[in-house]
């Protein structure tokens, strides 16, 4: 088997993010491939190959992880499943990169940060508004001075939750739902980057407020700057956009861009597993 093979993905999975972003963003990266999908349901699974055109379907998560094609995976299930399928992969010696929140407790991060560590895998978030060209660069501007120091900073984020994405996110606690970790999770991160420091006291308060608007959060955080930074974000139910001119073009505009944004992480990411000694190796056994 050649080591110039490409880099065999594995979809846990078979979610929107995974069918309508990852998927594609993968095949685009000319050391990678999807070669398998693993759901819950079995018939999802298949519908989700087939449409795809992925080699392997699964409905169970150790069956796939067996796979020796298999050498990352995309973990997009519901959050309380990040935990305990990232161990799993890790055990199996294969990367992974998991969408975010990483977890839902320090713990549970800290655990998946240490198995991956121990079995010499990548882990990685997908936090993919750090490739986004505008934030690249106000990193830039921030880096060199541009603006002076920085010493606060305001973030305003609401977004319009369309039917299909609702679900769990909107009525399962239990499952990771709520839109600090939908979304509040996404300004924390972009922060950290824009601002190259990092967060070390927080405070958030949330609420749910009817049909109008889902669920929104107001968060504070302290960085080591100093610095201070306030977050307000807030999640929709009907889209505020669709009987306005011009809110189809500006939604086609959002998906287009988050396109872009979503190889990033794919890119970099395929980069780390290639640069480990371990997969070179692994590599060389496939057949």
Not at 55 to 81: C, E, G, K
Not at 100 to 105: G, I, R
Not at 209 to 223: E, H, I, K, P, S
Request: some cysteine; overall charge positive.
């Amino acid at each position: 088997m050649s080591l110039n093979r490409s880099v065999g993905w594995g979809l846990i999975g078979g979610s929107d993010i995974a069918r309508t972003r990852m998927a594609a963003a993968i095949a685009q990266q000319p050391d990678s491939e999807v070669v398998a999908v693993m759901s819950s349901q079995m018939a999802r699974a298949q519908s989700f190959a087939s449409e795809l055109g992925v080699p392997r379907a699964y409905d169970d998560l150790d069956a796939m992880l067996a796979d020796p094609r298999v050498d990352s995976v995309y973990i997009s299930t519901t959050n309380n499943l990040h935990c305990p399928q990232t161990l799993a992969a890790a055990r199996a010696g294969k990367h992974v990169l998991c969408e975010k929140p990483l977890a839902l407790s320090v713990e549970d991060a800290t655990a998946m940060v240490d198995a991956c560590r121990a079995a010499g895998v990548v882990l990685g978030t997908n936090h993919h508004l750090r490739n986004a060209a505008t934030h690249r660069a106000i990193r830039r501007l921030v880096a060199d001075g541009v603006i002076g120091q920085p010493l606060a900073a305001r973030v305003f984020h609401a977004v319009y939750l369309p039917p299909r994405l609702q679900g769990w996110r909107l009525t399962d606690p239990t499952a990771g739902g709520g839109v600090i970790l939908d979304i509040t999770v996404h300004d924390a991160d972009t922060l950290r980057f824009d601002l190259a420091d990092e967060v070390v006291e927080a405070v958030a308060l949330s609420a749910r407020q009817g049909l109008a608007a889902a669920d929104a959060a107001t968060r504070a955080d302290g960085f080591r700057g100093p610095r201070y930074a306030r977050f307000a974000d807030r999640r929709r139910r009907h889209d505020p956009g669709s009987t306005r001119a011009g809110g189809a073009a500006a939604r086609q505009s959002h998906r287009g861009s988050r396109r872009r944004r979503t190889r990033g992480p794919v890119r970099a990411f395929s980069a780390s597993v290639r640069r480990r000694g371990a997969w070179r190796r692994r590599a060389g056994g496939h057949g």
